[in-house]
T-cell receptor, first 112, second 111 residues
Framework: DQQVKQNSPSLSVQEGRISILNCDYT??????FLWYKKYPAEGPTFLIS?????DKNEDGRFTVFLNKSAKHLSLHIVPSQPGDSAVYFC???????????FGIGTKLQVIP | ETGVTQTPRHLVMGMTNKKSLKCEQH?????MYWYKQSAKKPLELMFV???????ENNSVPSRFSPECPNSSHLFLHLHTLQPEDSALYLC??????????FGPGTRLTVL
């Protein structure tokens, strides 16, 4: 029973365009959400997070949107660059707890 | 060394072997974690240590035995594993409840 779902296993985007990665969650107790990026042969690296008291958080080219009523979040990358090609993991937790639940990941390929 | 390091990067072992995975964090964090990532499955949290004390055991079989001698080092002792235990084992650290920093992982194959 996956509590964090990333239904798109892969995504291809042209360089310079927008990449949108989606994530759904089922556990209404989750109130803190994170995105991690993973290159081959490396561990995941933290990218951006959002608390449930917000509906948007922006950091440079990366923006995360949260729709609590739909239990949905998305990561927007604008403009996409070839170096963004990686696997992106959506993750969720309940603030105050260290147990983080991860999605299965979406492999993004940015085509030059 | 910087960040979180893990050794070995690759390990092949038989079902009767005993081996250990090592993790070291150079970030001054007080919490360390073991995760397992099997093929086509999400990362699964195995263990959490805070200030060297185990605070989370996510129903992990006893053939996996963690050890945390200090806040910078974490081991995962392996014995009598099964082929289905073959996976990528990732170590992470954090400062309390903040975001976790991951090591590169150990790719384990059990024959």
């Amino acid at each position: 029973d996956q509590q964090v779902k990333q239904n798109s296993p892969s995504l291809s985007v042209q360089e310079g365009r927008i990449s949108i990665l989606n994530c759904d969650y089922t556990n209404s107790m989750f109130d803190y959400f994170l995105w991690y990026k993973k290159y081959p042969a490396e561990g995941p690296t933290f990218l951006i997070s959002i608390s449930s008291i917000k509906d948007k958080n922006e950091d440079g080219r990366f923006t995360v949107f949260l729709n609590k009523s739909a239990k949905h979040l998305s990561l927007h990358i604008v403009p996409s660059q070839p170096g963004d090609s990686a696997v992106y993991f959506c993750a969720a937790s309940t603030q105050g707890y260290q147990k983080v639940t991860f999605g299965i990941g979406t492999k993004l390929q940015v085509i030059p | 060394e910087t960040g979180v390091t893990q050794t070995p990067r690759h390990l092949v072992m038989g079902m009767t072997n005993k081996k250990s995975l090592k993790c070291e964090q150079h970030l001054g964090h007080n919490a360390m974690y073991w995760y397992k990532q099997s093929a086509k499955k999400p990362l699964e949290l195995m263990f959490v240590y805070n200030f060297k004390e185990q605070t989370e055991n996510n129903s992990v079989p006893s053939r996996f035995s963690p050890e945390c001698p200090n806040s910078s080092h974490l081991f995962l002792h392996l014995h009598t594993l099964q082929p289905e235990d073959s996976a990528l084992y990732l170590c992470a650290s954090s400062e309390g409840l903040n975001e976790q920093f991951f090591g590169p992982g150990t790719r384990l194959t059990v024959l």
